[in-house]
């Protein structure tokens, strides 16, 4: 029988190697770095678009060279490589990811809209599941340290999903989606824009969200190399995030004809992911701290990570916007 040190390393493990296909198209990107650029990982061009649409990406003194992600595991492995500077990711994965051994730290926090509707589970068209509940004993697909993986440990931990636990099956979003397709796995713990992209693009439903379940942050995220080295850039840059999603909470249908446009996300499913992500980004506070320490908790108490430190010690608390 494996020991649990050994369990968490190989858990660690594959969810480092996890992003490393997408991650190896972009080393030449580490050789080309300047100290005039920054260079940005994004998650379905979210980001970008919103950027964009604000009008506020243009007229920059530096460059944005942008590499997109389809998952944060991915875009945390080459954060750690060093191939961007910065990037956002859900608390979850972040957490994960640094507490193995990551050298990052989350720099600026996007608070949760919605009370965490943006994370759920979901089924497909014509599924009876409809409580958490009868997700007992279940194929549920998630990704390795990620927000929807996360969820499941939540509704686990607080009894909502009672025993037999279900078995989680760990794919990437593409992957995911598919096995849920095809009937492969009863149900999708997943985040926006899948949320989505599943109920109001493909007729599926929610059976559970992550509501009253976690802290539901996401964070802008940044290599240790990064806040010494250009942190002028990523002030601005955060600065610049700061102005998009205020624009974007007045001009949300502009923000999803564009985030339609640039990453080709059904018209319906853009305006769901523009209502439930655009929120009030800030520097990260002690009540986010305090708050994330039950996402600490989480990983810990199932066995998945030992800390290397205190959560506050993951924190970066010297962004100042211009």
């Known amino acids: 029988m494996r020991s649990a040190p050994l369990f968490r390393f190989v858990g660690v493990m594959l969810f480092l190697l996890s992003g490393f296909s ?26 970008k678009a919103l ?16 590499v997109e992600f389809e998952a944060a595991a991915p875009l945390l492995q080459a954060l750690g490589a060093g191939a961007v500077d910065t990037g ?47 997700l007992s004993g279940k194929r549920i697909a998630t990704g390795r ?34 096995a849920l397709d095809t009937g492969r796995v009863d149900a999708w713990s997943t985040w926006e824009p899948y949320v989505s992209l599943e109920t109001t693009g ?39 995030v700061t102005q ?8 949300q249908d502009q923000y999803a004809r564009i985030l339609a446009q640039q990453t080709g996300l059904p018209d319906a499913v853009a305006a769901s992911v523009a209502e439930r992500l655009i929120a009030s980004p800030v520097p990260v506070g002690d009540d986010v701290v305090r708050a ?15 800390p290397p430190g205190p959560v506050s010690s993951a924190f970066d608390r010297e962004t100042v916007l211009p």
């Not at 997408?22 to 940005?40: G, K, N, T, W």
């Not at 950027?51 to 942008?66: F, K, M, Q, S, T």
């Not at 998009?244 to 001009?251: D, P, S, T, V």
């Open 202 to 240: 493909h007729n599926g439903h929610v059976v559970v969200d992550a509501a009253g379940l976690m802290p539901n942050n996401s964070f802008f995220v940044a290599t240790e190399a990064a806040l010494r080295n250009k942190r002028a850039l990523l002030n601005d840059f955060y600065g610049r």
């Open 22 to 47: 997408a991650f190896i198209c972009f080393v030449p990107v580490i050789a080309a770095r300047a100290q005039d650029e920054l260079i940005v990982a994004d998650q379905k061009g979210q980001q």
């Open 145 to 178: 340290g990620s927000i929807g993986h996360l969820l499941l440990l939540r509704l686990i931990a607080t009894g909502a999903i009672p025993a037999p636990a279900p078995q989680i099956v760990f794919l990437q979003p593409s992957q995911a989606k598919a």
């Open 244 to 251: 998009a999603y205020a624009w974007g909470r007045q001009h």
């Open 292 to 306: 994330e320490e039950v996402t600490l908790d989480t990983y810990r108490d199932a066995g998945l990570m030992t």
């Open 88 to 134: 956002i990711a859900g608390d979850g994965p972040f957490l994960f990811a640094w507490g193995a051994g990551i050298p990052i730290k989350a720099a600026y926090v996007v608070p949760p809209r919605g009370g965490g509707h943006a994370t759920a589970v979901v089924v497909a068209a014509g599924s009876g599941i409809t409580s958490a509940a009868q």
């Open 51 to 66: 950027l964009e649409a604000a009008g506020v990406g243009h007229d920059l003194p530096y460059r944005i060279h942008w």
